[in-house]
């Protein structure tokens, strides 16, 4: 401005180069302004994961407070609506029109008209009227009121113990004191204790409200391991201050995830470990306890039903074995910006395989997928085949019973399907198809067979006459 | 047309606007932490905070930093390699579109695997049948994979106490 001249200054620039380098100047400035504010966004992301917005106390029982302090945890929990299938597992959305007694308009696949072998297994038995593939968590509540074994079948209010949040309404009907809260519903009725509950699986059945640490609280979990510990000669054992923090991670999941039944008149529920949790060790405890779930209809034997055992093959698995827990592969850690979170869409591995498998197998996807679908056919096979064969035995019994068998001819028979049975289910109602424990699962499959042929053997006239055709 | 002399230092202002932000942004985000040897500055994202974790527990963290194994060991491909993993891992964590959990890269594998063979040149060279030699053979890391950076349970502890 001290010189108006419009002369041309010996190093002053022409307008066009100006503007071009002002331009990529500007451009240069917007784009590390960015990235600086990019930087400032992550370093805060690392610093601070948690503001908290609302007070949690133990009575705090809706998932959508806790959603307030844990946004990200409570987005993935909320996302256990999704239904996607795996080759061989997982439930797809079949579209239903709501009736008055069931308002659902999405149900899964019913799992006796796929396989009409089940029907005859639990012929006699709740089972063989509804059976639908498990979803996700979000739908624990829902499908379980729904459920024709329950609104054909009068069921105890034991059922709720995992099929709702029940810590609160739990400690509620206790005074304070969760067993007996535990125990009064159990005595109800299913639809009268039914009316105390609102949520599916929530925030508070795995967390304490105050440090947010692992905590069992359900009751069924709190007694059965303390069974098997006191088997193990570990007396007193009390899950929430002796577990190590790595072994919370499946006792969560083990709170419910297992194979259990009702008690007594109390209908209490009980999970049957004092004697192990190895399918044999359970068939002795019910031997041991007289405990028959029902009489099978076609043959008379007094018949068992496996329920959901995940964590008892779990336990037998080379998973278990190296410490990884439920939580390793179904919640993996899961990155959000510079945050690492364990993912609260609990779901199957298979959907997921890059967080849930490669962190420790360093092979590609497709590698991945193919071994754990490699052990669930081999698995589904031989469990196709056992299943034929039990439904063999059930054939055969009931024809000799027709025949006019006595009940003493046809005992050791029912013996044999009451064991195999529940071998057979033992594997069948288990949620990964052998891949818990594919050496286990093939085995107790084996010993089923075996167990099913020795049962066949005994309808048989006695050797020195010739057998009986088969059919 | 010329430029005015007032405009021209109008605008050299504004490029030393310009290089103030980039020398901020570089300090702030400890770009200079980037050409040290220092461990810690590999965890400056928290990307690779397992890996850190696991180096800290590992065998060789008293006598190998992420440097000795990661980047050659010449100046120069010491700081082009610097240069250009700095370089794509900012661009992808910026981004966020990365493959997880992380993988080495066949380049940065190579570089590993070479740096095993310099310091153990002893053993490497008295292993050396063709089935751990050239592109196809064995690599080190195959067989050793948690001497630098112990991996699996180690790890996950570690990232649960933080």
Redesign the interface.
């Known amino acids: 401005?001290t010189?108006p001249s419009?002369a041309?200054?010996p190093?002053?620039?022409?307008?066009g180069p100006?503007i071009s380098?002002?331009a990529v100047?500007a451009v240069?400035?917007a784009a590390?302004?960015g990235?600086?504010v990019?930087?400032?966004e992550?370093k805060q992301e690392?610093r601070n994961p948690f503001f908290r917005v609302v007070e949690l106390d133990d009575d705090t029982e809706d998932p959508a407070t806790w959603g307030k302090n844990f946004p990200l945890q409570y987005d993935a929990y909320l996302r256990t609506v999704d239904q996607q299938r795996t080759r061989y597992g997982g439930s797809e959305a079949l579209p239903r029109s709501p009736t008055e007694a069931d308002p659902r308009s999405v149900v899964s696949q019913e799992r006796i008209e796929e396989d009409p072998r089940l029907r005859t297994m639990w012929a006699g038995y709740a089972f063989a009227v509804d059976f639908r593939k498990k979803r996700g968590h979000a739908y624990m509540l829902e499908d379980q009121t729904y459920t024709e074994r329950v609104q054909q079948f009068k069921q105890p209010g034991t059922c709720i113990h995992c099929h709702a949040s029940v810590y609160v309404p739990y400690r509620k009907a206790g005074d304070g004191d969760l067993i007996k809260g535990f125990e009064a519903f159990n005595r109800m009725p299913y639809a009268e204790a039914r009316k105390s509950f609102t949520h599916p699986i929530a925030c508070i059945d795995c967390h304490d409200p105050a440090t947010m640490a692992l905590r069992v609280t359900r009751p069924g979990f709190l007694e059965g391991i303390k069974a098997l510990k006191a088997s193990q000669g570990v007396p007193d054992y009390d899950v929430n201050t002796a577990a190590t923090?790595?072994e919370m991670r499946s006792f969560v999941c083990g709170q419910c995830h297992v194979e259990y039944y009702f008690e007594g008149p109390e209908k209490r529920l009980t999970y049957p470990w004092a004697k192990g949790l190895k399918v044999e060790n359970i068939v002795t405890y019910y031997q041991e306890a007289g405990f028959t779930d029902w009489t099978h209809a076609e043959t008379g034997a007094p018949t068992l039903k496996a329920q959901h055992p995940e964590f008892e093959m779990w336990s037998q698995g080379i998973h278990a074995r190296s410490?990884v827990a439920c939580a390793?592969c179904h919640m993996p850690?899961?990155?959000v910006?510079?945050?690492?979170i364990s993912d609260h869409h609990v779901r199957s591995p298979l959907l997921n395989v890059?967080?849930a498998c490669?962190?420790?197998h360093?092979w590609p996807e497709d590698e991945l997928r193919a071994r754990a679908e490699l052990i669930q056919e081999r698995t589904v096979n031989l469990r196709n085949r056992a299943l034929d064969a039990l439904v063999a035995l059930i054939g055969d019994i009931k024809a000799a019973k027709d025949a006019g068998a006595t009940d003493a001819a046809l005992g050791a028979a029912r013996d044999a399907q009451r064991r195999a049975q529940f071998y057979v289910d033992f594997v069948e109602s288990e949620n990964s198809n052998g891949f818990h424990a594919p050496q286990e699962a093939t085995r107790i499959l084996g010993d089923a067979i075996d167990e099913i042929r020795k049962g066949q053997l005994t309808l048989r006239p006695s050797p020195a006459m010739k057998p009986r055709p088969r059919s | 047309?010329?430029?005015?002399?007032?405009?021209?230092l109008v605008?050299v202002a504004?490029?030393g606007?310009?290089l103030g932000?980039?020398v901020?942004?570089f300090a702030?985000?400890r770009g200079w932490s980037y050409l040290t040897n220092d461990p810690k500055a590999c965890a400056n994202?928290?990307?690779m905070?397992e890996q850190y974790d696991g180096w800290v527990k590992a065998s060789h963290r008293s006598v190998a930093v992420c440097n000795d194994c990661h980047v050659p060991p010449d100046f120069l491909g010491k700081y082009a390699t610097k240069a250009q993993n700095g370089f794509w891992h900012s661009f992808y964590?910026?981004t966020?579109t990365f493959?997880?959990?992380i993988?080495a890269t066949r380049k940065s594998r190579g570089i590993a695997e070479a740096n095993c063979r310099r310091c153990h040149a002893t053993v490497a060279l008295g292993m050396g049948t063709p089935s751990h030699e050239g592109p196809r053979g064995v690599s080190c890391i195959r067989c050793h994979?948690s001497v630098g950076h112990m991996?699996?349970?180690a790890t996950?502890?570690a990232?649960?106490t933080r």
């Not at chain 1, 910006?337 to 690492?340: E, I, P, S, Y």
Request: glycine share 6%.
């Open positions: 401005m010189d419009p041309p200054s190093r002053g620039w022409t307008r100006f380098i002002l100047t240069a400035a590390i302004t990235l600086l990019n930087i400032v992550r690392a923090r790595q410490g390793d850690y899961t990155r910006g510079a945050l690492k890059s967080n490669q962190t420790c360093k | 047309m010329r430029v005015p002399r007032a405009a021209a605008f504004l490029l606007v310009v932000l980039g901020y942004t702030y985000a994202c928290h990307v905070n964590f910026t966020q493959h997880e959990p993988r994979s991996e699996l349970g996950s502890v990232a649960e």
